[in-house]
């Protein structure tokens, strides 16, 4: 089956930590993100990847990192630098833009909290 | 003003009823619109894009209103696994290039026997 598998699902990250967060999706999709969820609040992108070797600053990049050395994987690196960094994190993939617009579909999260 | 506005309820209903979900968007310009459900600490998941003729997916109907700008969601003979998060989704169309996708903060839906 196709789909976007995220690991660790619970994450614990001492104080001046780097952590990172493992996104891989077999669904052929050039297109790649990340975003972060907190209570009661809608989705925020935090990097965006539209092809390998190339990704973009989304709305909440300060404090993270990414990389595309590969279609099928996006892994996000929580820095030190981020200073709030419990939330639900979130990687999806869909198709590129033009294709049309496009919904995008997600693994199962990865939740991260402070130790 | 928020890109993307929901009332984040909860709507309690009971099983059998119908209830509607509205959406506002800011962003005239937006070309495509989707609902997705979120069970608690789950992740979303797509429920159905939204045609700006109206579409129906079993007991499930969206409809748009682009003069309004805003979006909706009609659920008939609710079911208790219809309890979840629905979160109203928006493409605009100046995205930077890429498929952005503005996400509402979703409307609690609780149903009870």
């Known amino acids: 089956d196709g789909g976007i598998t995220q690991s660790p699902k619970y994450l614990f990250r001492k104080e001046g930590q780097n952590v990172t967060l493992s996104c891989e999706q077999n669904?052929?999709?050039?297109?790649m993100y990340w975003y972060r969820q907190d209570p009661g609040q809608g989705l925020r992108l935090i990097y965006y990847?539209?092809?390998?070797?190339?990704?973009q600053k989304g709305d909440i990049a300060e404090g993270y990192s990414v990389s595309r050395e590969k279609k099928e994987s996006f892994p996000l690196t929580v820095t030190s630098a981020q200073k709030n960094p419990t939330a639900f994190y979130l990687c999806?993939?869909?198709?590129?833009?033009?294709?049309?617009?496009?919904?995008?579909?997600f693994g199962d999260g990865t939740r991260l909290s402070i130790l | 003003r928020k890109e993307v506005e929901q009332d984040p309820g909860p709507f309690n209903v009971p099983e059998g009823a119908t209830v509607a979900f509205n959406c506002t968007y800011s962003?005239?310009?937006?070309?495509?619109f989707f609902w997705y459900r979120q069970d608690c600490r789950k992740e979303p998941k797509l429920l159905m894009s939204?045609?700006?003729s109206g579409n129906e997916d079993g007991r499930f109907t969206a409809q748009l209103n682009r003069a309004s700008q805003y979006i909706s969601l009609l659920i008939r003979d609710s079911k208790l696994s219809d309890s979840a998060t629905y979160l109203c989704?928006?493409?605009?169309?100046?995205?930077?290039?890429?498929?952005?996708?503005?996400f509402g903060a979703g409307t609690r839906l609780a149903v009870h026997p």
């Open positions: 939204v045609y700006s």
């Open positions: 999806a993939s869909s198709l590129p833009l033009q294709t049309g617009n496009q919904p995008q579909h």
């Open positions: 990847s539209q092809i390998v070797n190339d990704f």
């Open positions: 962003n005239s310009a937006s070309q495509s």
């Open positions: 989704v928006v493409n605009p169309l100046f995205s930077g290039g890429y498929n952005k996708l503005i």
């Open positions: 669904l052929n999709h050039d297109a």
